[in-house]
Structure formats: structure tokens, C-alpha cells
């Protein structure tokens, strides 16, 4: 115990770390080079937001969360094609087809499918910011 204190209290571990948060801000290149290849897509399960991507959201006008990325949608003024599964039975029947199931918001990516609205507007605003 009293050698752990000893450890934690000399100065000398903390200094390491300290020195590697700072290494990647050093150079504005690699902090240029790793916004562009963000690795969002990656953590996502979809393809990066690079490039002209094929969007199109499935949502409903009752649901919260799908008023929500539909409100960044407009602010982002992104031009984001849209599917009502409450007004059209065939986007319910696609979208259960390739989800496996009826949650909306879902945004798919070049046809892959991302869910959860926190996730997609992440997506969004880095797609945008592209
Ligand atoms: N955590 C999700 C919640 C989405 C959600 O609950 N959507 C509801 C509509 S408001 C839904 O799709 N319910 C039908 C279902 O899950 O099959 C998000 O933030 O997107």
C-alpha cells in the first residue's frame, strides 16, 4: 500500500502519459490527416462520411428521434431523401427486410444500415463537415 502511495505520489509515472496526449496535437498535419480519416464509419459499422455518399432516412413524423436528425438534416442543409414507414407500407416491409426489424430513425449509407439517432447525427455533422 504504502509503495503504491509511494508510486503514485513521486511525479514520474504521471509524467508519460502527460507527454503522449500532448504528441498528437503537436503537428497540425496529423491532426488534419486524422479529420479526414476520422474513423467514424469504422466505429460505426458504415462506410466513412467521405465522398458523395447514397443516403436515404427512414423515419416517422411521430418520432422524437427521427425529428431530431431530420432537424440536423435541414440545419446541415444535406440533401437526405426520405422514407415515412408509417405512410408507406413498403418502406416498413424494406426496412424490416434489411434491419431485421421497424426502428426508425435508420440512415443507410450506401445501403448499409446505421441506427440510433445520437450515431447518425454524429454521422451527419462529420459527413458535412467532409
Ligand atoms: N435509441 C433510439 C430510439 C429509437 C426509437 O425508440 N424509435 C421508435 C420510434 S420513436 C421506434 O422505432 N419504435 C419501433 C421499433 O423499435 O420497432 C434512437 O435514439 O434512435
Redesign the pocket.
Known sequence: MLSRLRRLFSGAPAAAPRAAARAPAASAAASAASSASSGIGRRLGVPEPEGARDLVLYK?D?????ARVQRVVAQLDLPVPMRDTRTDPGARTELTRRTG?????CLFIDGQPL????D?ITWLEAYAAA
Request: net charge neutral; aromatic share 12%.
Open positions: 416517422f411521430a418520432c422524437p428521434f427521427c426489424g421497424a426502428q426508425v430513425p441506427l440510433e439517432s445520437r447518425i
